[in-house]
């Protein structure tokens, strides 16, 4: 176990609709990562959070939006839902002490389908 | 930028047999890199890292990884496969140069199935 908390673990909705993703990182963790992953475009960042902050931005959608609150957890929303957006969504934290060799640690991920 | 290439999607190794599972990089500054594995329905877990110093570097589960910065390959070895090692493996890099964004990048995955 990972310590790393994602739910709902399966979501299952139609297009257009609006879902939210959430994640508590392990305990003393200030960072928080988004990733997709889906089997035409891989394992894709999103975005960063570190202490509330937005740290990162990375391959992420106009539709999606995140945020960290101020007992840090997080949660992930996305909007106008599409077909495309299937895929299995992680939240990853770590301390981010701001060392290179830091390590993630990945929660189960959210399995999203639109149908 | 940086970027990681994992050539193969699939690589089968029976049983006892050694497994090697191929990452390359690209990197503006001093590569970071990093070895996950994801099982079935389950999250990535760490497996290993290089920093700096000896080029063989060792991990959990019996893994090892060899960076060569010439070939700027970092891949990941284990001497003899166990069925259990089937599972997707993601080589990840992280380069800091001045300025730059601390994200990780991973690369597309390979699936090891080991064969019994």
């Known amino acids: 176990d990972s310590g790393v908390t994602q739910t709902p673990k399966h979501l299952i909705t139609a297009t257009g609709q609006r879902v939210t993703l959430r994640c508590s990182p392990r305990?003393?963790?200030?960072?928080v990562y988004w990733y997709q992953q889906s089997l035409d475009q891989g394992l894709q960042f999103l975005i960063q959070?570190?202490?509330?902050?937005?740290?990162a931005k990375g391959n992420i959608l106009e539709r999606f939006s995140a945020q960290q609150f101020p007992d840090l957890h997080s949660e992930l929303n996305l909007s106008s839902l599409e077909l495309g957006d299937s895929a299995l969504y992680f939240c990853?934290?770590?301390?981010?002490?701001?060392?290179?060799?830091?390590?993630?640690?990945f929660g189960s991920g959210t399995q999203l389908s639109v149908l | 930028a940086q970027s990681v290439a994992q050539p193969e999607d699939q690589v089968n190794v029976a049983e006892g047999n050694p497994l090697t599972v191929k990452c390359t990089y690209s990197?503006?500054?001093?590569?970071?890199l990093f070895w996950y594995v994801q099982y079935p329905n389950r999250g990535l877990q760490f497996l290993l890292k290089?920093?700096?110093?000896?080029?063989l570097v060792k991990g959990s589960y019996g893994f090892e990884a060899e960076f060569n910065k010439s070939q700027t390959s970092f891949h990941l070895k284990k001497p003899s496969a166990l069925v259990s090692d089937s599972a997707l493996y993601f080589c990840?890099?992280?380069?800091?140069?001045?300025?730059?964004?601390?994200?990780?990048?991973f690369g597309s995955g390979t699936q090891l199935t080991v064969l019994p």
């Open positions: 990853a934290s770590s301390v981010e002490s701001g060392q290179p060799n830091e390590k993630l640690f």
């Open positions: 305990s003393g963790d200030l960072s």
């Open positions: 959070y570190y202490n509330g902050e937005e740290r």
């Open positions: 990197v503006s500054g001093n590569p970071y």
């Open positions: 290089y920093i700096t110093g000896d080029n």
């Open positions: 990840a890099v992280r380069s800091i140069p001045s300025g730059s964004a601390r994200q990780l990048t």
